[in-house]
Structure formats: structure tokens, C-alpha cells
């Protein structure tokens, strides 16, 4: 299991560089020559200050919603839960565009925007408790209930942006997800935010594996099961805030990548959080690599150079293929 871990270390490290090379102004051995200690005062602005932070954080925000996905499904015993479809990140993008729209938060202001997407994320965590916390657990009821509750918040944001039409080119990334103009106040702000409330994700372990055995089980081991589910909630609702506001929402991240992580490194969350996080890191930093690939080709066939891809809209693609090849597998087992 330790080989796994380092193999996938050095997988987002692999991914990571990877976004530093898939620009279009610079070529690989440029880049190199600026990690070297080289390179003209264009090419060292260009890899240190643009593309270095922009991957930087494009790891850090899939680390956080890899390990926010995970600590939900084990916490609330529901494959089907994620930031996505349990009103957590709609919710962050609600806060955020909201803020956005009221001239309180924005790009610009990172830190305005982290609070804003706590209070959103919680709100909409908040909604589904109301919703399903008082019944008996169960997962398709769950799902069901996210889904309705990630619809509301998401017709909710539509309307702020009717109601601030102005604004709906600066939000719009968060409403797709894009790693596009992350600068080092991003990354400064990420990375103690991902590193606190991960080090709270691999202390809630122990708890999260007896949650995982059911409630009966976990109280019989003398577990708090309120408090343990409430705490391992508030880290992943703050895990995601943290990555929707540094890059906005990448689809079904936060979903898939915990049965990725279960199914390399075990049903353990001591093993299994860790392996999230550098699944996640990989994932958002891959896609992040590949967007940018991907927009040199469609600029070049295309003849336009401005011509962006949104990493969250490649992770929702690819994401919402998954899906539907895990379905339709699923569906012929049980037949």
C-alpha cells in the first residue's frame, strides 16, 4: 500500500509538471531553463508567476475535493454522495456568485470568496440536513434528496446572475471550473486552508471507519456518532468551499474519485484519504494539463488564439462518461 501511495505521489508530481509545459508561449525546454535558474525576464515571469501557481493550485483544489468526497461517503454511508450532489458545492458557487454579485467578493479577493463559499456550502449542507437528518439513514434517499437540493441552489444562482447580468463574466468560472489566471494569492490562500482541514480529514480516520460499519456498530465501540458525522461534515463542506473558491466547481471530482481510491488503496481511510487526496491532485492537475492541450490544438485548427477549455468542463465530461460506464456495468451485473 505505502508503494501505491509513492507511485501516486509521483503521479501528480508527473501531472504538476505537466501543466508547466502545456502552455502555449513556451515550449519544455524553456521551462526548463527557468527551473534551472535561466531564461529571459518574459519566460521566467511567465513559468514562476503564471503557469507555477496555476498548477499549484489546480493540485491543491483536486487534493481538497478528492478527500472532501471521500470523508461524505464514508460519514454519511452513501456511495452516491459528493460535494456535487449533496448541495455542497452548489451551494459554495451560490455564495460565491452571490458575493460576487453584491460587489463583496471576487477574483480579486480570494479570501472574500473563501468566506462566502463556507457560508454557501454550509447553507446547502445545512438544506439536506433539514431534509433528510431526522430520518433513518439511507442512501438512495439521500441522493435523491441532494440532487433536489443542488437543483434549488443552482436555479437560485441563475437568478442572481438575472438579477446581476453584469457580473456573469467574472462568475462564470466558478459556475464551470477553471484553473485559468491562478496567480501565487491563490495559491497562498489554498494551501494552509487544504493543509488545516486535511490534517483534521486523516485525524477523523478511526471514526470514519466505524461509520462506515454503521451507526449500531459505531456506538457499541463508543463512538459519538452525532458529533464524529458533524465534525467530518464540517471539514468536508470546508474542503470543498476551499477548492470552489480558488477554481470554481469541477464536476463529479468529488464523486468519482473516492471509489477510485477505495478500489486502489482499500475500505481503510487511513489509507484511503491520503490515496483520495493524490487521486484528486492528479485528476484536476491532469485535466488542468489537458484543457490547456487541448485549447492549443482547437486554437491552431481553429485559427483562434484566444480560445480557452475550462478544466471543469473536460472533468465534467469525462466525469459524466465514468458515471454512465459504472451504471450500465451495474446494471448488467445485476441482471
Known sequence: MKRRLILFSLLALAVGCAGLVAGRALGPAQVWEVLTGGGDPLARHVVLRLRLPRSLVALGAGASLGLAGLVLQSALRNPLAGPEVTGVTPG??????????????GWQSPAAVVVAACAGGFAGAGLLWLLTGREESDPVRTAVHGVLVSAVLSGLTAMVLLVAPGELGSVVQWLVGSTEGRVWEHWNLLWPWTAGWSLLALAL????????????????????????????LICAVALTAGAVSAVGAM????????????ALFGADPRTALPGAALLGASV????????????????????????????????????????????????????
Open 205 to 232: 480516520a478511526a471514526p470514519l471507519a466505524l461509520l462506515r460499519c454503521g451507526d449500531d456498530q459505531a456506538a457499541a465501540a463508543g463512538l459519538n456518532t452525532g458529533r464524529a458525522r458533524a465534525a467530518a
Open 251 to 262: 464536476g463529479f471530482v468529488g464523486l468519482l474519485v473516492p471509489h477510485l481510491a477505495f
Open 92 to 105: 459554495a458557487v451560490l455564495g460565491a456568485v452571490t458575493a460576487t454579485g453584491l460587489g463583496l467578493a
Open 284 to 335: 484536476v492537475g491532469g485535466a488542468d494539463a489537458a484543457s490547456q492541450w487541448l485549447s492549443r490544438l482547437l486554437a491552431e485548427v481553429l485559427g483562434a488564439d484566444r480560445l480557452s477549455v475550462p478544466t471543469g468542463a473536460l472533468t465534467t465530461c469525462v466525469g459524466a462518461a465514468l458515471l454512465l460506464v459504472v451504471a450500465r456495468r451495474s446494471v448488467k451485473e445485476e441482471t
